[in-house]
């Protein structure tokens, strides 16, 4: 039978679908013998404390092991990330396509043995769950914007690309080849997102210039796509990039980042 347990944010059966806000899912098998010996209840805590992923038991029992862990991100890619008797290094190498960029892949090649140290091999999974946690690109909705809880854990400090499209363009996936990019030369410095103008239009008028709010229909404020950067702790002013010119190419929008990244300037906007 499936079920939750609320305050540890640990279910009980087969995955549902993914809450807004959380990018991961933690399919959890256990049994009554193992050879690591890593206990349930060490992984109840440990996932009380991952705000971006749910954890999902095969069974209630709190007197079992973890035979085998595997990692289901929401934008598709899975695999296992624990398997019982399996070093943790040899799970993990085979885990690259997880990440937007390889630099994390050196942290995890000095793993000690599950089964000789258990408090460091689950100190260790729960870094390779945080670290991989964060798609290349990922769709903001308001709620996820405007909660800390949900939008922290996903981003950091992080500054977020914010691509608005259209619906049409995001279901043809157009703009996919170049938001991956961005993510990918841009990774430590900023997140990069995108956010559907047909389904929040309120949401998305409010990403405009203070100064240019009241402008003519055809302005490039209201073609799309259109380009900003936007922060957490800063929701009265944005970094805006000027589709006066005409098409948006890659090219521009790699410009409009590495000035917003040397310059930092944002101007009042609209509120976001």
Sequence with gaps: ???I???YGVHYGDPH??????NIHLVIKTSEVTVDSLSV?????????LAYAECFFDRSEADTFVSSIELQRRDGVSGFIYIDGTPLRESFAKRKDFHAHESTHHRYTAIPS??????TCISEIKSFVKDHSRMPVTELTPLLFHSP???YPLFGDLPVLVAILTHHSIQSGNFSPLLERMSGKFYFSLAVGFVDADRYPSWVSGMKPKSLVDVEPDSWLYQYPRFVIIDLHNHSHAAFLDRSGGEVKMDIVEEFVEDYLKNKKMVPCNGI
């Design 41 to 49: 209840e060490c992984f109840h805590a440990m996932c009380k404390e």
């Design 149 to 151: 809880t949900s939008y």
């Design 1 to 3: 039978s499936s079920g």
């Design 114 to 119: 599950c089964s000789d140290d258990p408090t």
């Design 17 to 22: 679908v993914f809450h807004e806000g959380c």
């Design 5 to 7: 347990n609320a305050e």
